[in-house]
């Protein structure tokens, strides 16, 4: 990412970014160079686009193929009783508008699928996964890998969620390769072992929780700032209101 410029009015918008000592002027200009891509505009892609745009990043590509449902708006932040049928990509875009219109919005009104997601992933610095099942969250994780692409991935059940960060194509300090999704979960469970949220469903505000955390993340990514959750699965029990974190390794091969 080269540096960009900020306007006037961008320097107004960000200030309580730009007099943090570890973002600055500097760090918004990265965020505005940056090109981060977000799979699923629903409960965890809302709070990440929102707060992403509202941070200031330059580009945010929209992968969802779905349209917005009454029973979306009891998570799904970004999309409105008005947005109802609409394409979920679409509604998402209107809302980044308003919210900051230095933001560049790139739809992908699409299903992510082996024979394309490789090619949208490659135009972008960052990808941010927000889906809701494991064929995806599988998907995105072999081909941010193979992409060399950093992922912020994150899912949530009833009451409890988590997130990490992964860039397995790169070695640690001690040049130990840095662990894969697939170290973490090797293999999907079986089918109908995990229900869905339509199933089993889900506490609104937990997506505003594990959604915003990502996008937190995100930030430290592009910006260089802090200790992104690399090697570690932070865990949020909502009933509890406790958070605990789980480090994994690389799995000798």
């Known amino acids: 990412m080269t540096a960009a410029a900020l306007d006037p009015s961008e320097i107004a918008r960000y200030a309580r970014h730009i007099v943090l000592a570890e973002i600055g002027g500097a760090g918004q200009q990265k965020l505005k160079a940056a090109r981060v891509l977000v799979v699923g505009a629903g409960g965890l892609g809302a709070p990440v686009l929102q707060y992403l745009a509202a941070a200031g990043v330059g580009t945010l590509g929209v992968v969802d193929d779905d349209r917005v449902s009454l029973s979306n708006l009891q998570r799904q932040v970004i999309h409105g009783t008005s947005d109802i049928d609409r394409p979920k990509v679409e509604s998402a875009a209107d809302r980044i508008a308003d919210l900051n219109p230095h933001v560049r919005v790139v739809p992908h009104a699409l299903r992510l699928q082996r024979d394309n997601a490789e090619a949208i992933f490659r135009q972008y610095d960052l990808v941010v996964d927000g889906s809701d099942n494991f064929e ?118």
Request: hydrophobic fraction near 45%; glycine fraction near 12%.
């Open 136 to 253: 995806t969250r599988y998907l995105a994780a072999d081909v941010a890998e193979a992409a060399r692409v950093p992922l912020v991935t994150g899912a949530v059940g009833r009451f409890d969620g988590s997130v990490t960060v992964l860039k397995p194509y790169e070695i640690d300090a001690g040049g130990n390769p840095l662990p894969s999704y697939r170290d973490l979960f090797p293999t999907k469970p079986p089918a109908g072992v995990v229900p869905a949220c339509a199933e089993a469903g889900i506490v609104g505000a937990l997506t505003g929780v594990i959604g915003t955390l990502q996008a937190m993340e995100a930030i430290k990514l592009v910006t260089g700032i802090g200790v992104p959750l690399v090697g570690r699965l932070l865990l949020y029990d909502a009933m509890a209101a406790e958070f605990n974190t789980i480090r994994y390794r690389r799995g000798k091969a």
